[in-house]
């Protein structure tokens, strides 16, 4: 017992040049934290590769894979000439999308997301990597897993470096095991990613500005920076809170600034050549963009906020969920409070909250959208909370209870984590491998059944995933396009059975009535897909 306080009581202490037997002690403190940190990290993997691939892949998922081999997969309302000259419209042709293809290339994989929303680095990575791993769930979400452990990692250090050991090694036990990290580690897109070079960034700054005199540090943020900001657009709001920590303390510091400003230009000219691509994206966005649309008022913005940082710092879900919200928010202000003396820290680690929550509200009054409402753009903040709720944690306890209370905290979080892997809490929210089973059950006769698809242009791609039966599937923008020049009811192969799959409001309802199509099934919810069965007037029974 003895020991554990003297270990508590060295990690709580900062890491400073000293007497000779003060640095033995460093140097065996180094030691014990060196095994803490690889046990936390082989436990976060561990965790992330825990059911990885029992749980469904979700709309967003589904978007990953034709991104990744080069395959567009969308079909354009606006404008005309950003149509693809051929839509698929069976399940067989579809799972040619989700196949990786030797003759696709890193330009084709630029050439989809010109018509997409999303900035190209994962999609990159991810397109060797499907080469290599296939597209089973599994293997898609096996980056997000080793993205999300390396984020853990960058945690530690970025905490160990501004405060000291203890709130580091707390820090990245938070990283680990808070059930959204775990949640979006085990998910086929970018978003543990951008954890990890928004920590990896940060930490170069820290260490550019005890290191001024060594160039790798500025090259080290310069990367990382690029990175980032070819990985998501919210990363821009990250970017932005750094520059403004930069100038700020160098200001108040009377720090030379030209390394600082040379690196930043420099960032920002390697991210220029994106702008075109973007220009395309703008065109095409509306068709495939998952933000909410609608302008959220005042009282709902702060509800938000609130609603997505309680998510991100706590488990609500967990029995005393009330208690679990008030302790962490507790710990923040503490940690807050606890740090305004260390100027640089504070502003370094309250910017990165502040600036990107500013940004997403900002975001949403400019293009008319709800994205305050999508957790997964608020990721990027998680490492700044966690280090802040561990400086909380450091102020309060002694050295003696910190072993304990860590081990308890370790404990909670580690149940919440495999509750999570397991879908248990927070589960994916799709039901498409069950969605799947159904359509396989109801599709008989492929000559006179087919799908019709509404909303989702991921939907097509869902069933040639989950569907063993080769189906008839129509996109109905498509075949609304198609109707202006022939009969509808030839595009619709004269089947006599249409399974209308839709995500949101339906206008394809109107157009099976008007075309002698009755609803005899329906309406079954599987997650966000609703299905609905209509038949040929002339082929249902008389009541």
Same mark, same amino acid.
């Given at each position: 017992?003895?020991?554990?306080?003297?270990?508590?009581?060295?990690?709580?202490?900062?890491?400073?040049?000293?007497?000779?037997?003060?640095?033995?002690?460093?140097?065996?403190?180094?030691?014990?934290?060196?095994?803490?940190?690889?046990?936390?990290?082989?436990?976060?993997?561990?965790?992330?590769?825990?059911?990885?691939?029992?749980?469904?892949?979700?709309?967003?998922?589904?978007?990953?894979?034709?991104?990744?081999?080069?395959?567009?997969?969308?079909?354009?309302?606006?404008?005309?000439?950003?149509?693809?000259?051929?839509?698929?419209?069976?399940?067989?042709?579809?799972?040619?999308?989700?196949?990786?293809?030797?003759?696709?290339?890193?330009?084709?994989?630029?050439?989809?997301?010109?018509?997409?929303?999303?900035?190209?680095?994962?999609?990159?990575?991810?397109?060797?990597?499907?080469?290599?791993?296939?597209?089973?769930?599994?293997?898609?979400?096996?980056?997000?897993?080793?993205?999300?452990?390396?984020?853990?990692?960058?945690?530690?250090?970025?905490?160990?470096?501004?405060?000291?050991?203890?709130?580091?090694?707390?820090?990245?036990?938070?990283?680990?095991?808070?059930?959204?990290?775990?949640?979006?580690?085990?998910?086929?897109?970018?978003?543990?990613?951008?954890?990890?070079?928004?920590?990896?960034?940060?930490?170069?700054?820290?260490?550019?500005?005890?290191?001024?005199?060594?160039?790798?540090?500025?090259?080290?943020?310069?990367?990382?920076?690029?990175?980032?900001?070819?990985?998501?657009?919210?990363?821009?709001?990250?970017?932005?809170?750094?520059?403004?920590?930069?100038?700020?303390?160098?200001?108040?510091?009377?720090?030379?600034?030209?390394?600082?400003?040379?690196?930043?230009?420099?960032? /920002? !000219? #390697?991210?220029?050549?994106? *702008?075109?691509? %973007?220009?395309? $994206?703008?065109?095409?966005?509306?068709?495939?963009? &998952?933000?909410?649309?609608?302008?959220?008022?005042?009282?709902?913005?702060?509800?938000?906020?609130?609603?997505?940082?309680?998510?991100?710092?706590?488990?609500?879900?967990?029995?005393?969920?009330?208690?679990?919200?008030?302790?962490?928010?507790?710990?923040?202000?503490?940690?807050?409070?606890?740090?305004?003396?260390?100027?640089?820290?504070?502003?370094?680690?309250?910017?990165?909250?502040?600036?990107?929550?500013?940004?997403?509200?900002?975001?949403?009054?400019?293009?008319?959208?709800?994205?305050?409402?999508?957790?997964?753009?608020?990721?990027?903040?998680?490492?700044?909370?966690?280090?802040? /709720? !561990? #400086?909380?944690?450091?102020? *309060?306890?002694? %050295?003696?209870? $910190?072993?304990?209370?860590?081990?308890?905290?370790? &404990?909670?979080?580690?149940?919440?984590?495999?509750?999570?892997?397991?879908?248990?809490?927070?589960?994916?929210?799709?039901?498409?491998?069950?969605?799947?089973?159904?359509?396989?059950?109801?599709?008989?006769?492929?000559?006179?059944?087919?799908?019709?698809?509404?909303?989702?242009?991921?939907?097509?791609?869902?069933?040639?995933?989950?569907?063993?039966?080769?189906?008839?599937?129509?996109?109905?923008?498509?075949?609304?396009?198609?109707?202006?020049?022939?009969?509808?009811?030839?595009?619709?192969?004269?089947?006599?059975?249409?399974?209308?799959?839709?995500?949101?409001?339906?206008?394809?309802?109107?157009?099976?009535?008007?075309?002698?199509?009755?609803?005899?099934?329906?309406?079954?919810?599987?997650?966000?897909?609703?299905?609905?069965?209509?038949?040929?007037?002339?082929?249902?029974?008389?009541?």
């Amino acid at each position: 017992m003895k020991k554990a306080k003297n270990l508590a009581k060295g990690i709580s202490e900062r890491q400073e040049p000293g007497p000779k037997s003060l640095q033995l002690a460093d140097a065996s403190l180094s030691r014990s934290t060196l095994v803490l940190i690889t046990l936390i990290a082989i436990a976060s993997f561990g965790i992330r590769l825990y059911h990885l691939g029992s749980q469904g892949l979700e709309c967003e998922e589904f978007y990953t894979i034709p991104a990744a081999t080069g395959h567009h997969y969308v079909f354009f309302t606006t404008p005309p000439e950003a149509r693809p000259a051929y839509v698929p419209v069976s399940s067989q042709e579809y799972r040619q999308l989700l196949t990786p293809d030797s003759e696709k290339g890193l330009r084709d994989v630029t050439d989809v997301l010109s018509r997409n929303v999303h900035m190209p680095l994962y999609f990159y990575l991810m397109h060797y990597w499907v080469i290599l791993t296939g597209t089973s769930e599994w293997g898609m979400r096996a980056p997000s897993v080793i993205f999300g452990t390396l984020a853990v990692l960058m945690v530690f250090l970025l905490g160990k470096e501004l405060i000291n050991s203890f709130v580091g090694i707390l820090s990245a036990i938070l990283a680990a095991f808070m059930p959204d990290q775990i949640y979006f580690s085990q998910e086929a897109r970018m978003y543990s990613l951008l954890v990890f070079l928004a920590t990896s960034s940060t930490y170069a700054i820290v260490i550019a500005r005890k290191r001024p005199g060594y160039a790798w540090t500025y090259i080290l943020y310069a990367l990382t920076s690029i990175a980032g900001l070819y990985t998501h657009y919210v990363y821009v709001f990250c970017f932005g809170s750094q520059a403004l920590f930069i100038w700020i303390i160098s200001f108040l510091n009377k720090e030379k600034l030209r390394p600082w400003l040379i690196t930043q230009l420099s960032i /920002i !000219a #390697a991210s220029l050549p994106w *702008i075109f691509v %973007a220009l395309d $994206q703008k065109q095409t966005s509306t068709d495939i963009i &998952a933000w909410i649309h609608g302008n959220p008022t005042g009282g709902s913005i702060l509800g938000e906020i609130i609603s997505r940082i309680t998510f991100l710092i706590s488990v609500p879900e967990a029995t005393l969920g009330w208690l679990n919200i008030a302790a962490a928010y507790i710990l923040l202000a503490i940690g807050v409070m606890s740090l305004c003396s260390e100027r640089a820290t504070i502003l370094l680690l309250c910017l990165w909250v502040i600036v990107p929550v500013i940004g997403i509200v900002l975001m949403d009054k400019v293009l008319g959208t709800h994205a305050i409402s999508v957790v997964r753009y608020w990721m990027v903040i998680t490492p700044s909370l966690y280090i802040l /709720i !561990a #400086a909380g944690v450091r102020k *309060i306890s002694r %050295a003696s209870y $910190q072993v304990p209370l860590v081990a308890v905290l370790t &404990a909670c979080l580690l149940i919440s984590a495999i509750w999570t892997a397991r879908g248990q809490l927070r589960a994916k929210i799709d039901e498409h491998l069950r969605l799947g089973r159904f359509i396989d059950e109801q599709i008989q006769d492929r000559n006179n059944e087919f799908i019709l698809t509404e909303g989702s242009n991921a939907i097509p791609l869902i069933l040639s995933y989950y569907t063993r039966r080769n189906m008839n599937i129509l996109q109905f923008g498509w075949a609304m396009e198609m109707h202006k020049q022939q009969n509808y009811v030839e595009v619709m192969k004269n089947g006599r059975n249409v399974l209308l799959l839709t995500s949101g409001s339906s206008q394809a309802i109107k157009v099976l009535e008007s075309s002698n199509y009755r609803h005899t099934g329906g309406p079954l919810r599987f997650g966000h897909v609703t299905v609905h069965q209509y038949t040929k007037a002339e082929d249902v029974p008389n009541k």
